[in-house]
């Protein structure tokens, strides 16, 4: 009983943490209709950004995350404006092709620019912990959801109650329509998909903390994400937090009781399981 | 030009490619191996992916069935690599009938997706399922030479090829075609679509898991990532979008032409091979969205303006 | 061409004689790729050793002394193009011998390479039951039995006090690693250790909480672990934020290796290791002094301490000099005939393959105390005091 209680506060932890990454990829998927397979790069990236801050300033990671934002923020509007926005009407299967190329950039320059070596982000407090009804709770971990908690519902007011979020969900509703308002998109998208890149950014300091950072962690946490996004619902990016609970439990669970090498099993089968029965997510309305 | 004619040129084309083991060195019979089995690939996808205008994103499904039936049948049954062939296809055809039900009923990202997801299910089963050894993988067999595969090569490509031309001029194959042009008003005209789709799904499985077979028990060694690998449906696509999607002979020109630049880059420049690959894609796809045959066709009449209209039409 | 080009380059290189051209080895290894970190040991252990014999006049053939040229090619930890990479290196460029890749996986695959053409391959990367198993006649390893890997450790176990009452093996899913656990399953069971938790996991993950906390539920005393330097750093990182405390665990990679040790500082500490080797001024070579002179000349060179890895490389290297020598000439046949019989010192200690082309060597148990990796146990018995039991995170 204590060990499963042990397992289900790992899994609401990791949980937390799976929906700060998968919320980017929702976001940009849901409103620019792009899916980013370069999502779990810009992940990596961003990891690495904070481990340079800490390592090289001797930033306190969770301060070195705004920070890390906002480089990823301007990367994300760049990259955005340079190459997607020329592709943005194309058929789906364009954007899936060229993100994947922009992926496989990413990841070789990253291997060239900081070499394979893997890398950690280890403050002071790393290891501490506090016990909770018998569970030992990690702080950093506590803490990584936490800052997703805040993100995801910073990002709620942004799309709710700003000029810029009311201009996102028109854009995303009708495209027409909305630049008859004045919405002007190229700049718009860009904003938009760096605001992903930004919460791709914010994730992967997290990330780096909790594990660790080399060029080569994109890609499964690119897998992750989409598990995520489509789990909960692509209507809203704020049901990312019902899809990383459910995959951080479902694989806490998994390791548990059928075996560790049983978790990707459980994530892509319920990705595949939810896309069969329920297409629009667990939250999303039916058809 | 006449039936007759084509079909002559035919058989000297594919007279002079068999012949080529006797007369070409090693390497260039390596490359043909691995051209042929994109082709293969490549054309698979084209049944349902041109064809059809179903993006899947999981033909390596297939692709690794075919080469662990192969594999399983030849390690730890004994048996010959024929039907182990049959095994890995069998497979294919079964997981094509089983999933491509309930999966195809989806639309264009949530099938991607989907198919995306199967990928990485089937891994993650496989690289537990000790008789297909794990995540270690299998170690098929030695076979000396290379001729057997470079004619099995030649002969699936071939095979493939004339079941898409086949389709291209049939019934079953306008069936697919209405389908991606408007999967509604087909379902109205009377055309079971269900049946059509999976057929095609089907198909397209046969076909790569041949090619699987046949890889796997030339390079003797198949593990989980190899046979599963994600990048090779990326690849498959880009060299059917490139050559020409819902064409015959489209994709044959892309996964000939890609073939051969990866080939190149991979033997003189190893570590910026990965990268030239991403730069590739990624310009392919900004200037040449809908394919080579489209840009040659358009180059004749409006010159490099080309580009910049597709650029144009797809940008935002 | 390429060879061609290869050719006149190394000569222009080595200021070569004008008979005869240089002998050729050539290998596939992770320059690239997640496993880069630990391959390029064997890419500077193998330049170390080439070098190091051109540089003492080359291989004796007959009358005539010839250099050695290096090719390496990168795979970019992707098995699939080690192998093609293996068939042009044999097919293509034409290379004498071959060297083996970083990790039994690759090892696995590329061997079959050597042995479908012909081509001798001695490799220090690869220690997997499944390599020797096959009745391959043209590989050989410097590395010895990953069923044996955890043998000494066991040993010094059942020598401790208190004795550990049970374990838990943890093991990745990748041949090398599978086999250490087959075997040491046995080891276990024969010194009479209980086995409470017995866990294969995917070489992928990350994250070990489940595990861990399994651990921490069974009360268990100790814990091997048979995985990847990355895997074993978040294993011990997160047994510290789980509050994790056996009262010892051991690994089998990681430990023994610098940068390792500096990423988790003193978090390292009490941690057990095994190696093969520690550069020791006993290990007497012709080419490159005694161990300890190789450890030196190595670090100044590459600016990183080696560990086995590397001098398992270089023995490799030499090993295949060696037949060379002993054969009189380039033929597979005879160099492969000639390697079933090598019989030499190298700073790795003494090379010589046993029936199925494998060496025989017992690992040293080691331990981190106070940031130094400190021999505990070796084939001799205890040699220095084992820190144990480890004591709790909260208290060091």
């Known amino acids: 009983m204590q060990l499963l209680w042990q397992i289900l506060v790992n899994g609401v932890l990791l949980g937390g943490l799976y929906a700060l990454m998968a919320l980017g990829l929702a976001l940009v998927w849901g409103v620019l209709r792009i899916v980013n397979l370069a999502h779990g790069a810009f992940i990596m990236l961003g990891a690495y950004v904070c481990y340079y801050l800490f390592a090289g300033l001797g930033l306190d990671p969770f301060a070195a995350l705004p920070v890390a934002m906002l480089v990823m923020f301007t990367f994300g509007y760049l990259v955005q404006r340079g190459v997607l926005n020329l592709v943005v009407r194309a058929p789906m299967f364009d954007t899936l092709l060229i993100t994947f190329g922009i992926d496989v950039l990413l990841t070789y320059f990253a291997q060239l620019a900081f070499t394979a070596d893997f890398r950690a982000i280890n403050p002071s407090y790393a290891g501490d912990n506090f016990e909770l009804l018998g569970a030992t709770v990690p702080l950093v971990r506590v803490a990584a959801f936490g800052v997703a908690l805040l993100l995801t519902f910073g990002l709620w007011l942004l799309l709710m109650r700003t000029r810029v979020g009311r201009a996102i969900r028109a854009a995303a509703q009708n495209l027409v329509a909305a630049r008859l308002y004045g919405v002007e998109p190229r700049n718009l998208y860009a904003v938009t998909f760096g605001l992903g890149t930004a919460l791709a950014g914010a994730a992967g300091s997290l990330y780096g903390v909790v594990s660790q950072v080399s060029p080569y962690i994109g890609s499964s946490l690119t897998g992750k994400s989409f598990a995520i996004a489509i789990i909960g619902g692509l209507d809203n990016p704020l049901y990312v937090i019902v899809g990383g609970m459910v995959l951080g439990i479902v694989e806490a669970l998994t390791a548990l009781y059928i075996g560790p090498t049983y978790t990707d099993v459980a994530s892509f089968g319920i990705l595949v399981l939810v896309l069969i029965v329920r297409p629009k997510g667990l939250l999303g309305r039916t058809a | 030009m006449t039936l007759p004619v084509r079909a002559v040129i035919v058989a000297i084309v594919v007279a002079l490619l068999a012949a080529v083991p006797s007369i070409a060195p090693a390497i260039i019979v390596q490359f043909g191996i691995s051209a042929l089995i994109m082709v293969t690939l490549a054309q698979s996808w084209n049944i349902i992916g041109g064809y059809t205008g179903y993006t899947a994103f999981g033909n390596s499904v297939f692709y690794g069935l075919g080469g662990y039936g192969t594999a399983v049948a030849m390690v730890q049954f004994h048996l010959p690599f024929a039907a182990g062939l049959a095994l890995g296809a069998a497979l294919a055809v079964v997981f094509a009938l089983l999933l491509g039900l309930p999966v195809l009923r989806l639309r264009g990202q949530y099938f991607a997706i989907a198919t995306l997801g199967l990928v990485g299910v089937m891994t993650a089963i496989v690289s537990n399922l000790d008789i297909a050894g794990s995540n270690s993988g299998l170690v098929l067999p030695l076979l000396k030479g290379d001729t057997l595969f470079y004619e099995l090569a030649l002969a699936l490509a071939l095979l493939t090829t004339l079941t898409v031309a086949w389709i291209a001029r049939s019934r079953f194959g306008f069936g697919l075609i209405a389908i991606r042009e408007n999967e509604e008003a087909a379902e109205v005209m009377g055309i079971d679509t269900t049946l059509h789709k999976v057929l095609a799904f089907m198909l397209s499985a046969v076909f790569s898991a041949l090619a699987g077979g046949i890889h796997a028990y030339w390079i003797t060694y198949i593990d989980p990532a190899g046979a599963f690998d994600v990048t090779l449906n990326v690849k498959m696509i880009i060299m059917v979008v490139f050559g020409g999607p819902g064409t015959v002979l489209g994709p044959v020109v892309g996964a000939v032409l890609l073939s051969a630049i990866s080939e190149i880059l991979a033997v003189n420049v190893t570590s910026f091979a990965g990268m030239f690959f991403g730069l590739v894609v990624v310009i392919a796809i900004v200037f040449m969205p809908r394919g080579l045959t489209d840009v040659m066709r358009r180059f004749r009449e409006v010159g490099w303006r080309c580009f910049q209209e597709n650029v144009r039409t797809y940008r935002v | ?396």
């Open chain 3, 1 to 396: 061409m390429r060879h061609f080009v290869t050719c006149m380059l190394a000569a222009l290189a080595l200021g070569h004689s004008a008979f005869g051209k240089p002998i050729e080895l050539g290998a596939s290894i992770q320059l690239t790729g997640p496993l880069a970190n630990t391959a390029r040991y064997y890419r500077d252990g193998y330049q170390f050793a080439v070098d190091k014999i051109n540089a003492a006049g080359g291989v004796k053939l007959g009358n005539a002394r010839e250099k050695i040229v290096l090719r390496m090619l990168d795979n970019q930890s992707d098995t699939n193009l080690s192998v093609r990479q293996y068939v042009q290196l044999v097919t293509q460029d034409k290379v004498n011998f071959l060297l083996g890749p970083y990790a039994s996986d690759f090892v696995l695959a590329d061997s079959a390479i050597a042995e479908k053409y012909g081509v001798p391959m001695v490799q220090g990367g690869g220690a997997s039951d499944q390599i020797y198993s096959r009745g391959y006649k043209y590989i050989f390893g410097t590395l010895p039995a990953a069923t044996e890997y955890f043998g000494s450790t066991v040993e010094a176990m059942a020598g401790l006090d208190p004795v550990p009452k049970n374990v838990a093996l943890l093991y990745a899913d990748d041949a090398f690693d599978v086999s250490v656990a087959e075997g040491t399953r046995k080891l276990l069971g024969s010194a009479g250790f209980k086995i409470v938790v017995d866990q294969r996991y995917s070489s992928k993950t990350s994250d070990f909480n489940s595990v861990l906390s399994l651990i921490k539920s069974r009360n268990v005393d100790s814990i091997l672990v048979a995985g990847h330097e990355t895997e074993i750093l978040n294993f011990i990182r997160q047994a510290k934020s789980l509050n994790v405390s056996p009262a010892m665990y051991a690994f089998t990679v990681g430990v023994q290796s610098d940068d390792f040790r500096k990423a988790l500082g003193r978090d390292a500490e009490y941690a057990f290791g095994m190696t093969p080797w520690l550069a020791s001024a006993s290990l007497k070579n012709d080419y490159f002094g005694d161990g300890v002179q190789f450890a030196r000349e190595y670090e100044k060179r590459f600016g990183y301490e080696p560990d086995y890895h590397s001098a398992a490389a270089a023995a490799t290297v030499e090993a295949l000099i060696k037949a060379i020598e002993k054969a009189g000439n380039l033929d597979p046949e005879k160099v492969r005939d000639a390697l079933t019989r090598v019989d030499f010192d190298s700073v790795y200690g003494p090379i010589r393959f046993n029936t199925v082309g494998q060496i025989e060597m017992p690992q040293t148990v080691v331990q981190v105390q106070g940031g130094k990796l400190v021999p505990i146990y070796g084939p001799k018995g205890f040699i220095e005091k084992p820190l144990y039991p480890m004591p709790a995170w909260g208290k060091r």
